[in-house]
Structures are given as structure tokens and as C-alpha cells.
T-cell receptor, first 113, second 118 residues
Framework: AQSVTQLDSQVPVFEEAPVELRCNYSSSVSVYLFWYVQYPNQGLQLLLKYLSGSTLVKGINGFEAEFNKSQTSFHLRKPSVHISDTAEYFCAVRNTGRRALTFGSGTRLQVQP | GAVVSQHPSRVICKSGTSVKIECRSLDFQATTMFWYRQFPKQSLMLMATSNEGSKATYEQGVEKDKFLINHASLTLSTLTVTSAHPEDSSFYIC??????????????FGPGTRLTVL
């Protein structure tokens, strides 16, 4: 079985400050890792993904994440946030032998002026 | 590319009626689609995996007879909530996994359907 833990349910941050949203996972097999963003009353939009190769992954809207296999983490970072980044962020994993995603509980990023 | 639509976006129905939600992949084929349910301020919970040409695979605790899934073609899956009750009120989101080998490891999500059962 696999699981995803997002330790922070809410992260308040001021505009133009850096932010890190934490994600840890557990799985007995190799995994693919994803970060999605959800704006109110909308579906999910893919921010970035790690399938293989370089452990530092760059995504849309200036976000990046680093896969750390030894720490089983896939933290999301942005060096300078905007008000428009206010949304819910979900980390998800899929093991290579399964088709469905397992989602974390989500982190609400609240960017303040 | 890789757009998934859902219809309707919102539906309000009376208790005891059935509601059908459509999920379409607009510009790609998807043998596999997924249905998720999301309660307010919570994460997405996988309900079932929809397979074109075969029966859906339901997650533990999800009633097959309550949530009927039909994957009629490579671009369309439907979820029918039968005899809906207020506790079925939720945000239902579908996703589609492309058959294209280049993007087969990704899922593309629909915009969701807000179901309110009175």
C-alpha cells in the first residue's frame, strides 16, 4: 500500500516571499510523483511531475520540486509567490504497478499582500 | 491538448432521483478513466476505475449498485448516482489516462461536478 502525507494543512505567506509545501510518501515499490493545484470549485491542474531522471523538477508558474528518495519526500517550492498562487495544493503518488493516484490531504496556500 | 470535460458542472436534485455525470476526453483517447469524490476542504478519494469495454473496478467501501459506471467509448465515461440521498452531495471529479504512450503515466482532470441532493 502507498500513502501520502502533507504535514501542513495551511501555509500563510506574504506576497513575494519564498514558500515550501511539504510532501512525504510511503511505498514499497518505485513511484511516480505529482503536484496538482486546485482553485475554488475547479478540477485539478498539474503543476509538475517526477517520473524518472533528474530529481529536480521544474513545473508551471515558477514552481519546482525535488525528489529525495532517501527521505521519501517531494517538497514543492517557489522562490517568490504571488497573490494568484492562493489555492489548494495536492501531492499525489502512483506506484509503477498501479494506475490510480493516491492523494495527500492537501495544503491550503494563502498568499497575503 | 489533453482536455477533459465534465457535464453538468452543477446539479441539484431531489432525494430518490438518479443523476448522470459525463466525463469526456476531448482530444485524446482514454481506455482508463477514474472517478473521485471530494468533500469540502478534504482530499480526493478514488471511487472507481472505469475501463472501456469491461466492468469498472470499485474501491473498497464504494457501492457498485449506488454508483453505476459505464465506459461507453474511448472518450466517454459516465457516473450515475442512483437513488440519490443528501449524503451523496459532494464534488465529483473525473480524470482520464491517455492511451498515448508518451503521456500514459499522467492523468488529466475534469473541472468537477457539484452535486447537491435536497
Amino acid at each position: 500500500a502507498q500513502s501520502v502525507t502533507q504535514l501542513d494543512s495551511q501555509v500563510p505567506v506574504f506576497e513575494e516571499a519564498p514558500v515550501e509545501l511539504r510532501c512525504n510518501y510511503s511505498s514499497s515499490v518505485s513511484v511516480y510523483l505529482f503536484w496538482y493545484v486546485q482553485y475554488p470549485n475547479q478540477g485539478l491542474q498539474l503543476l509538475l511531475k517526477y517520473l524518472s531522471g533528474s530529481t529536480l523538477v521544474k513545473g508551471i508558474n515558477g514552481f519546482e520540486a525535488e525528489f529525495n528518495k532517501s527521505q521519501t519526500s517531494f517538497h514543492l517550492r517557489k522562490p517568490s509567490v504571488h497573490i494568484s498562487d492562493t489555492a489548494e495544493y495536492f501531492c499525489a503518488v502512483r506506484n509503477t504497478g498501479r494506475r490510480a493516484l493516491t492523494f495527500g490531504s492537501g495544503t491550503r496556500l494563502q498568499v497575503q499582500p | 491538448g489533453a482536455v477533459v470535460s465534465q457535464h453538468p458542472s452543477r446539479v441539484i436534485c431531489k432525494s430518490g432521483t438518479s443523476v448522470k455525470i459525463e466525463c469526456r476526453s476531448l482530444d485524446f483517447q482514454a481506455t482508463t478513466m477514474f472517478w473521485y469524490r471530494q468533500f469540502p476542504k478534504q482530499s480526493l478519494m478514488l471511487m472507481a476505475t472505469s475501463n472501456e469495454g469491461s466492468k469498472a473496478t470499485y474501491e473498497q467501501g464504494v457501492e457498485k449498485d449506488k454508483f453505476l459506471i459505464n465506459h461507453a467509448s474511448l472518450t466517454l465515461s459516465t457516473l450515475t448516482v442512483t437513488s440519490a440521498h443528501p449524503e451523496d452531495s459532494s464534488f465529483y471529479i473525473c480524470s482520464a489516462r491517455p492511451d498515448d504512450p508518451v503521456t500514459v503515466n499522467e492523468q488529466f482532470f475534469g473541472p468537477g461536478t457539484r452535486l447537491t441532493v435536497l
